[in-house]
């Protein structure tokens, strides 16, 4: 595999790193098309990253020369394949610092990991009269999976307040922690504001009242350094196509005593150590909870992709995505038409916001017309949009590979917008 | 920007700043609500029909430009129309934005300006929210009509 070249730390004069972020441009082959004849500016990255060579390479070289069953041939390609696979579940083990290769569970996503817990552990350790806590912030997956499980085990699910900036009431939080708080389920980062969440304090009053944390990372990790024994929660989820690599293909950390004492989530292939028809005893974890043929050519790219992030450096996209943030902020702040939504002290790269009296759907439609690319509507955060009192805003989420230089291709095509509805 | 304005003519601009029989309908006897979960537009219609005949008709609800200006130059048309016709139109505008062969934009009158959604695909459940929220008034349903 090609290595890719990082961010270098020596910034142009006027804050941008702009020349290596050309370089980093070049990895990715989406970036060089136009769009109705313009050149694409992609400023939707919290719906879905684009993806480097490197991701795409690893995928065909997979399918073309390793292609294979894993965890179950005695041939050398299945042999090939099964290493592969596990080497990346090794990367993602040291990505979010997590403690031993078992706690690392490959499913579709973050949505299917929350699933799996709301299923496996929830179903298990839910009980009439229990309550699971959210956030006014969550992602509709973090939502719907703990309204299921309560509905169906007569528990309550109650919801930790936000401020007007989008942040999160520490002490109503606090306050909703009960005897009865068996689940908080938690956003580390919201993907319709950028909002960071305190985790350190939120999971350590969670766990002062007796409370598991589930942490849904998948808007964090391609941002920042995340380490899960610091953080000390008990589950985090994340996505892989939102980190660079292929989608279909996410990721459960677990605490390794929690997912021992959890049942499986789906029987079959796998998932197993042996089967007869009076009884099946359950494979070791973290096979217990990985039954059928898994998604071996996403696992094989997800591990690109982590690679590729660690190449450019956690550290170096963090502060680039601050530059673009601050930049950015700045210029939509310098339009009184523009309201921008999600303005919480700590923050990812989301500037999520609404022009006046012209619905997001509209605005989305002309930046389209200029090449530019957001996302518009209630990004599957509707309780998001009521507290704001909006039915949807436009979103424009940056990553590592975006420059000073589109976000004023951004605000050029906004003025257009205003223009046209003038 | 020329394409633009192929989408976002004058008489829509003009209906999205100014909708058009936006209120409800005290005496309305057929009323249905419509939902764009992709947006969240939301419109509710008022019917008013006496003898088969649309005799007044208002909306009230939210959403983008297309989809204001769709309902409110829809509510313009409808008054007068029998129910037959009203159904008539219903297929006629459906066939000029979905930019079905047999369109005839001749009898859609002003309506005929939605044909630039043909290029918007992803548009166009915006312009059709309001009709088939009609559809379901003039069918009595009282579920809430979603265009997903």
């Known amino acids: ?422 | 920007m020329s394409d633009l304005r192929e989408l976002y003519q004058e008489v829509i601009l003009d209906h999205q700043r100014r909708p058009r029989n936006f209120h409800r309908l005290e005496d309305a006897n057929r009323q249905a609500e419509g939902f764009n979960p992709l947006c969240g537009d939301r419109i509710h219609l008022y019917l008013r029909i006496e003898d088969g005949v649309v005799k007044d008709v208002g909306f009230e609800g939210s959403g983008c430009a297309i989809s204001t200006a769709s309902a409110s130059m829809m509510t313009e048309s409808l008054k007068g129309k029998t129910e037959a016709q009203a159904e008539e139109l219903f297929e006629k505008f459906h066939d000029l934005v979905m930019g079905r062969q047999q369109a005839d934009p001749a009898g859609l009158g002003k309506l005929a300006v939605f044909s630039g959604l043909r290029e918007y695909p992803v548009r166009v459940k915006c312009a059709t929210l309001a009709w088939h929220t009609l559809r379901a008034a003039l069918q009595g349903s009282l579920e809430t009509v979603a265009t997903e």
């Open chain 1, 1 to 422: 595999m090609k290595t890719a070249r990082g961010i270098d730390a020596r910034e142009s004069p006027d804050g941008g790193s702009s020349c290596d972020v050309q370089r980093i441009r070049e990895d990715f082959p989406i970036l060089k098309q136009l769009i109705h004849g313009k050149p694409l500016v992609y400023l939707d990255n919290a719906a879905t990253t684009q993806k480097p060579r490197q991701v795409i390479e690893s995928i065909v070289s997979f399918y073309s020369e390793e292609c294979s069953n894993v965890h179950r041939g005695v041939h050398l390609l299945s042999e090939r394949a099964t290493r592969g696979f596990e080497a990346t579940r090794s990367s993602v083990r040291r990505f979010i610092h997590a403690r031993d290769d078992r706690e690392i569970v490959f499913v579709r996503g973050a949505t299917e990991a929350i699933n799996l817990v709301a299923c496996s552990y929830g179903r298990a350790h839910v009980r009439a009269g229990d309550e699971v806590l959210v956030t006014a912030m969550e992602h509709h997956s973090n939502i719907v999976p703990w309204q299921m499980l309560c509905a169906e085990k007569g528990a309550k699910l109650r919801v930790a307040p936000m401020n007007s900036k989008g942040e999160l009431l520490l002490e109503e939080y606090e306050r909703l922690l009960g005897p009865r708080t068996c689940l908080v389920a938690v956003t580390h980062v919201s993907n319709a504001l950028g909002t960071v969440n305190p985790l350190h304090e939120i999971v350590e009053m969670a766990h002062r009242n007796g409370a598991v944390v589930l942490v849904d990372g998948a808007q964090a990790v391609q941002h920042m350094r995340v380490d899960v024994q610091a953080l000390d929660c008990d589950f985090y989820v994340f996505s892989g196509h939102k980190i660079y690599g292929p989608t279909g293909i996410g990721v459960l950390y677990g605490r390794e005593r929690l997912l021992e004492s959890m049942p499986p989530y789906q029987g079959g292939g796998d998932m197993i150590a042996s089967v007869t028809f009076e009884k099946t005893v359950y494979n070791k974890l973290p096979y217990k909870f990985e039954a059928g043929t898994p998604d071996i050519a996403g696992v094989i790219g997800l591990g690109a992709a982590i690679d590729y992030l660690q190449s450019v450096g956690i550290e170096k996209i963090t502060s680039h995505e601050q530059d673009l943030l601050h930049y950015g902020t700045s210029i939509l702040e310098g339009m009184p038409e523009i309201r921008i939504l999600g303005t919480a002290a700590a923050k990812t790269s989301v500037l999520s916001f609404t022009v006046q009296g012209i619905h997001p759907h509209d605005v989305g439609t002309i930046l389209d017309q200029e090449g530019i690319a957001i996302r518009t509507g209630h990004h599957c955060a509707q309780p998001v949009m009521d507290f704001f009192g909006v039915p949807a805003t436009a979103r424009a989420s940056l990553a590592l590979y975006n420059t000073r230089d589109e976000l004023d291709a951004l605000a050029a095509a906004l003025r257009k917008v205003i223009e046209v509805f003038s």
